[in-house]
C-alpha cells in the first residue's frame, strides 16, 4: 500500500523504519516545519524530518495541516493511508484524502487513556500493565475503531525513559501487522466503549514538582512518570534539585514530611506524607545527573533537613 507517514518525536522513529524496510511504500513524510538554529541559521528537523532525510524519504514539512497548497499536494500523491504516530489532530479535510483511511499508534488500551499523555499517566497512577493500540482517527480525538491491541507490562523499576522504548519497538511491529492485515482483508475492526473511556491530557509544568506531603508510592510515582525528562524536582536551598530514581521504603513511618530521615554514607531517604522515599539518583543545580551515594562524597546533607522548602 501507499503510505504517508506523519510523526514528529523519537518515539514514531521506529514505526516509519519498519515500514520503509517492509512490502509498503512510503511516498512522502509530513512532519514539522524545520527551524533555523543559531548565528549560522542552520535548519533544525524534528528527529522523524532527520530520519526522513537520512532514509531519502521526500518529505513535506507542514506548518499548518488546514493549507490548501498542503492538502492538495498530499491529494496529488494518491495515498491509501496515512499512518500516523505522535502527531497533530488531523483536520476532517485532510482524513478524507486516504483511499482506505488514517491509522494512528496510540501508547495505552483504548478507550482508556485517550489523549496526548498516555505513558505518563500509566505511571503516575501506578499501573502494573499497558499497553499499545492501532485504531482508524475518527474526528473527535482517540475515539475511533480499534485495529490491533497488545498489552505491555509495567515493571516496578521502569520510568518514562524505558517503557517509552519497549512502546516504540512494540508500537512499530503492531503498526506493520495492522497494515499487512488491513492489505489482506482479514482485519476486524472494534468499536470503543465510550463508558470506559479515561483521559490523559497533557502534562503540565506544575505537574513536575513535588509536594513532599504525599505519600511516598504516589511521589515515586511521579519520579518514574517523568524521568528521564522533564524530570521531577524539589527545592533545596532555594535551588532546583532533580530526581530521577527512587524506591518507597516498606514498613517505614514518616518522620515530617521534607525531612531527611535516613542519612548513611551512601544512602539517604525523604520522609512523605506517608512513609519514606529512598533517593538513588538526582542532579543538583548547576550539576550533572549523579547517583545518590556520588552526591553525598561531595555535598553536606543533615539528619533532620528539610527539603522542598
Not at 143 to 154: C, V
Not at 302 to 307: H, P, R, V, Y
Request: proline share 4%.
Amino acid at each position: 500500500m501507499k503510505v504517508v507517514f506523519m510523526g514528529n518525536p523519537e518515539i514514531a522513529k521506529p514505526t516509519l523504519t519498519a515500514l520503509h524496510e517492509s512490502k509498503h511504500k512510503v511516498i512522502s513524510v509530513v512532519s514539522n516545519v524545520s527551524k533555523s538554529m543559531g548565528r549560522g541559521r542552520t535548519l533544525n528537523y524534528s528527529p522523524i524530518g532527520k530520519l526522513a532525510q537520512k532514509l531519502k524519504l521526500d518529505f513535506i514539512p507542514a506548518e499548518s495541516l488546514e493549507d490548501q497548497d498542503f492538502q492538495f499536494k498530499l491529494k496529488s500523491l494518491s495515498p491509501d493511508l496515512f499512518v500516523v504516530v505522535a502527531y497533530k489532530i488531523l483536520p476532517r479535510d485532510l482524513l478524507k484524502i486516504p483511499k482506505v483511511g488514517s491509522v494512528n499508534l496510540h501508547a495505552s488500551l483504548l478507550p482508556k487513556y485517550r489523549g496526548a499523555a498516555p505513558i505518563q499517566h500509566a505511571l503516575l497512577n501506578g499501573d502494573g500493565e499497558t499497553g499499545i493500540t492501532t485504531f482508524f482517527i475518527e474526528p473527535k480525538v482517540d475515539t475511533g475503531a480499534i485495529l490491533l491491541q497488545e498489552k505491555i507490562i509495567i515493571n516496578d523499576d521502569d520510568d518514562f525513559g524505558s517503557l517509552s522504548q519497549r512502546i516504540m519497538v512494540q508500537g512499530a511491529a503492531l503498526m506493520l501487522r495492522t497494515l499487512n492485515k488491513i492489505e489482506d482483508g482479514t482485519i476486524q475492526t472494534i468499536n470503543q466503549n465510550g463508558d470506559l473511556a479515561s483521559l490523559a491530557p497533557k502534562i503540565r509544568k506544575k505537574m513536575h514538582k513535588i509536594d513532599w506531603s504525599q505519600t511516598a508510592q504516589k511521589i515515586h510515582n511521579q519520579i518514574r512518570a517523568f524521568s528521564p525528562s522533564p524530570s521531577a524536582f524539589t527545592t533545596l536551598n532555594g535551588k532546583r534539585v532533580k530526581i530521577f530514581k527512587s524506591k518507597v521504603l516498606m514498613g517505614k513511618q514518616s518522620t515530617g514530611s521534607g525531612k531527611i530521615s535516613l542519612l548513611e554514607k551512601n544512602r539517604m531517604a525523604i520522609s512523605c506524607g506517608e512513609g519514606e522515599l529512598e533517593i538513588f539518583e538526582i542532579q543538583l543545580a548547576g550539576k550533572s545527573r549523579m547517583s545518590m551515594a556520588a552526591c553525598l562524597r561531595g555535598v553536606q546533607f543533615n539528619l533532620g533537613d528539610t527539603i522542598g522548602e
